[in-house]
């Protein structure tokens, strides 16, 4: 019980994402899609490292370095879009930007 | 003892931050929550041994990307509280309960299917010093056998940069001080004209 094991690090992991898909379901503000984005983002970092540190591989920390890379370039252009979708709209509501009838 | 008291407080802490990023409706709290979460992650980086990784979370996430949005906050209202219209919110809940529940199960799958081969362990493939730290296997594996995808990130990042220059900065062609001195120096030109008439 007190040893912590990869399964415990897995399954909080999975918590995490979960949290962050629930977060991208329910979300109707583009800001806060982009918030549960860098959870799940995170969650998958947890993973990554904790099976790399069981199999006694660094692979896993290098694709979490690569999923930081990654994650700070979509910050960098999504923030850009988000600028300009609020220029243009005023908001940032999916409803309110929405255009498709559907 | 240690490793499993310091596990459970990291890992209540970024549940209970985490969630009030997704539930809360005040983005200012939102974005709070997720740097408070984001550094209790890196204590998690520092617990598996990953100690460069957690360094790195420190820095890129909670220093970079959260002040980039927080200087992006400013272009957009932040103290006004989000209205979100939900039509269906238990269908939300079940759908995610459900999809929580096979996502816990995917993500620890692998300790029943007890047979992934490492690829590249730690310090046999490096194999050069014996007893090196974290930071220098790390450098030496991505020096060497993730060299490509190192060189492609950094190109993504170098991509990702001019897009966001060129994005947030869009107007910046036509400001209104450009304007203002080019309309004076047409009034300059034309009293000039208007003055070569006269004479």
New interface residues.
Partial sequence: M???G??????????????????V?????L??L???T??ML?AV???F?????Y?????G??F???I??????????G??????L??KYGS??L?VISSMKG | MYEFIAFYVFAIATTILFLITVMSKNVLYAMSALAGGMVMISGFFFLLGADFLGVVQLIVYVGAVMALYAFAMMFFDATKDIKEKHQNPSLVFLLGGLMSLLFVVMFSAPIIGDNVQALYPVVENVGVVENVGNAQAVGMVLFTKYLIPFEVAALMLLVAMIAGIILAGKKMDYSLTKCEAIDEEMDIEAITENEKGEA
């Fill in positions: 007190l040893e912590i990869v399964n415990h690090y897995l399954i909080l992991s999975g918590l995490l994402f979960s949290i962050g898909l629930m977060g379901l329910r979300r109707k503000n800001l806060m982009f918030f549960a860098e959870v995170n970092n947890i993973a490292t904790a099976i790399g540190n199999y006694g591989d660094l692979s920390q290098m979490a370095f690569f930081i890379a990654v994650a700070a370039s979509e910050v960098a252009v923030l850009g879009l988000l600028i300009v609020y220029k940032l509501d409803d």
